[in-house]
C-alpha cells in the first residue's frame, strides 16, 4: 500500500513539475520593458597586440515599447572597461554598449560584460574574446 502511494505521490509531483514548464515556455513577453536587439552579443577581436587595448562597439535598438534604460555594464574581470548610452533610448531608438579590453597579458580571453537594464529578466550578456600576442 505504501509503494502504491508513494507511486502516486511521485506521479503527481511530476505532472504538476512538468505543467509549470509548459507555462512559463509558453508566457507571452512583458509589455513594460524594453527589448534590445542587439547587432550582435559576441565579439571576436582575432590577434591583438599586447600593451594595446582593444575596443568594440556593441550597437542595439529598442524593440520595445518602452524607454530603455541601461542602469549598470559589469566587467567580469577588472581588464575590461565598458562605457554605454546614459540616456533612455526611445522604442525604436539605438544605443551602443562598449567595451575595452586592456590586452597587458599575453594569452587567449574570453570576457564578459554583463548589462542591467530594464529588459526581460534584468540582464543581457555580451562576450569579447581574442588573443593578446607578445611583441616581437
Known amino acids: 500500500m505504501k509503494k502504491i502511494v508513494l507511486f502516486a505521490a511521485f506521479v503527481l509531483i511530476v505532472k504538476v513539475g512538468s505543467g509549470q514548464v509548459t507555462a512559463?515556455?509558453?508566457?507571452?513577453?512583458?509589455?513594460?520593458?524594453?527589448?534590445?536587439?542587439?547587432?550582435?552579443?559576441?565579439f571576436?577581436?582575432?590577434?591583438?597586440?599586447?600593451?594595446?587595448?582593444?575596443?568594440?562597439k556593441f550597437t542595439f535598438t529598442n524593440k520595445g515599447k518602452v524607454a530603455m534604460v541601461i542602469t549598470?555594464?559589469?566587467?567580469?574581470?577588472?581588464?575590461?572597461?565598458?562605457?554605454?548610452?546614459?540616456?533612455p533610448i526611445p522604442p525604436g531608438g539605438q544605443g551602443f554598449v562598449e567595451a575595452t579590453f586592456n590586452a597587458a597579458s599575453v594569452g587567449a580571453f574570453d570576457k564578459s560584460i554583463t548589462v542591467m537594464a530594464n529588459v526581460e529578466n534584468g540582464v543581457v550578456q555580451?562576450?569579447?574574446r581574442g588573443e593578446v600576442q607578445a611583441n616581437q
Open 72 to 87: 549598470n555594464a559589469q566587467p567580469s574581470c577588472g581588464c575590461t572597461t565598458p562605457n554605454w548610452s546614459k540616456d
Open 126 to 128: 555580451l562576450r569579447i
Open 24 to 42: 512559463t515556455a509558453t508566457a507571452t513577453p512583458k509589455s513594460d520593458v524594453a527589448v534590445a536587439a542587439f547587432d550582435t552579443e559576441n
Open 44 to 56: 571576436d577581436f582575432g590577434k591583438i597586440k599586447q600593451g594595446v587595448p582593444a575596443t568594440h
